[in-house]
């Protein structure tokens, strides 16, 4: 598969802190890109996605940046809540409807 | 709220055992996947489908063989299950826009 990798495996912010996630990816004919959170004992659930003809999408308190120069995307939550820690996976696609390639996770634990 | 369903939630059983991972959505979703993944670690597709009758081996060698002979359901099954096997399982399908909505997963233990 196509390698999606995360920057750093874990992140802990304060609580009501910005939080940054960063993921690269090494495809660059990748053109559909979506962030997902895992809590624990549970499956990815969507958070937000962007195509590459943006380089910024905002969502409710998240946004996601995407820089295809050197490919790579970030997530940015405001205000970072106890009920944000999870694990977050950005996954790539080529095109819309085919296989997504997920990175490692990055674990971000909220502290109160 | 994506209405996809996996069951067991959770199963431990002895080694050499059949078994099958039901996964259902009722979203008429053509496109349907199976992925493993271990704790803490990415996700690896193992199988995937197109619609009714279409079945494909995704990226990650398994031993396990699934089936689509209906639209809602696609479910897994591993003939002879081994240690290895232990995992998380994740069902997804996909809209045609191509965003992926997952279950919330069987947790196998081979024993």
């Known amino acids: 598969g196509e390698n999606v990798g995360l920057h750093l495996p874990t992140l802990s912010v304060q609580e009501g802190d910005n939080s940054i996630i960063n993921c690269a990816y090494s495809?660059?004919?990748?053109?559909?890109f979506i962030w997902y959170k895992q809590e624990s004992g549970k499956g990815p659930q969507f958070i937000i996605d962007i195509r590459s003809n943006m380089d910024k999408r905002q969502g409710q308190r998240v946004t996601v940046l995407l820089n295809k120069t050197v490919k790579h995307l970030s997530l940015q939550i405001a205000a970072t809540q106890p009920g944000d820690s999870a694990v977050y996976f950005c996954?790539?696609?080529?095109?819309?409807?085919?296989?997504?390639?997920f990175g490692t996770g990055t674990s971000l634990t909220v502290i109160p | 709220e994506a209405d996809i369903y996996q069951t067991p939630r959770y199963l431990v059983i002895g080694t050499g055992k059949k078994i099958t991972l039901e996964c259902s959505q009722t979203m008429g979703h053509d496109k349907m996947y199976w992925y493993q993944q271990d704790p803490g670690m990415e996700l690896h597709l193992i199988h995937y489908s197109y619609g009714v009758n279409s079945t494909e081996k995704g990226d990650l060698s398994s031993e396990s063989t699934v089936s689509r002979i209906r639209t809602e359901h696609f479910p897994l099954t591993l003939e002879s299950a081994r240690p290895s096997h232990t995992s998380q399982y994740l069902c997804a399908s996909s809209d045609m826009s191509g965003k992926l909505f997952f279950g919330s997963g069987t947790q196998l233990s081979v024993l």
């Open positions: 996954a790539e696609n080529m095109t819309p409807g085919n296989q997504f390639y």
């Open positions: 495809n660059s004919a990748s053109d559909y």
